[in-house]
């Protein structure tokens, strides 16, 4: 029986290595969320809150009442380029480098922001890839926290003092999309406001398949998609649909 003590020992060491192993694997699930996840989180949910008021809850009027100077623009844009900071920090960093649906939602919406077509032509918020890339390497710094160097983006009254120097201040997007937001008088004169709508439909998505992976969500609700051309077609086809049916129904009797 006295081959049972090594062998209880080994077993013993091996339990003890795979529960350190384990804590320690989930010390460095919680360090990577809380550097790169929740960062991520909020710039999303931000961004999408701030498309959808404005194009169907009409957050112009309220945005204008609360910033009487137009800065709501140059806070919009923010919530756009932080968006593309963090996008490429979750790429590089955390624990989502390497999933696909994540890798697909954030694609999808840098080519909604990217994408131009003769329906949606160039124009205010549309960004290309490289300036996307650049714009968010601009808003993004490195600042001492708790586990050491940790990348945080710079505040939205730094981002405003760099909208009048270069590059910033030569940038077509910027300046057109600028330009719109604080021209426009109603949702329909937003120009661009397609490519709004489908990054929010996108952003809804990334939100609700990250929040079901970490196991809390940001809004307490049920957030709403903004409506895009495609949803409009959806609609139509289904308002259309009865009226075929019985049409093809009369035809047959």
Known sequence: MQWLIPVATAVWAVWTWAHDHEKERQRERVRMAALYVNPFLSACEDLQSRIYKLLELGGLDSLRRRYPDGSFAEETLYLVVRFFGWSAAVNRYGPYTQDPQVIGLVTSIRKAFSTCSSQCPVGPFNFFIPEQKALGKMVMHSVEGEYGKELDTISFYEFKNL???????????????????????????????????????????????????????????????????ATGRRLADERSGPSVAVEAAAIRA
């Open 163 to 229: 909208l009048g120097s270069t590059p910033l201040s030569d940038s077509e997007a910027v300046k057109e999309t600028l330009k719109i937001l604080r021209s426009a008088l109603e949702v329909e004169e937003i120009e661009g406001r397609e490519r709004l709508a489908d990054a929010q439909n996108h952003l809804v998505d990334l939100l609700s398949y990250l929040e079901a992976s970490e196991g809390y969500s940001l809004f307490a609700g049920v957030r709403r998609k903004c409506r895009t051309r």
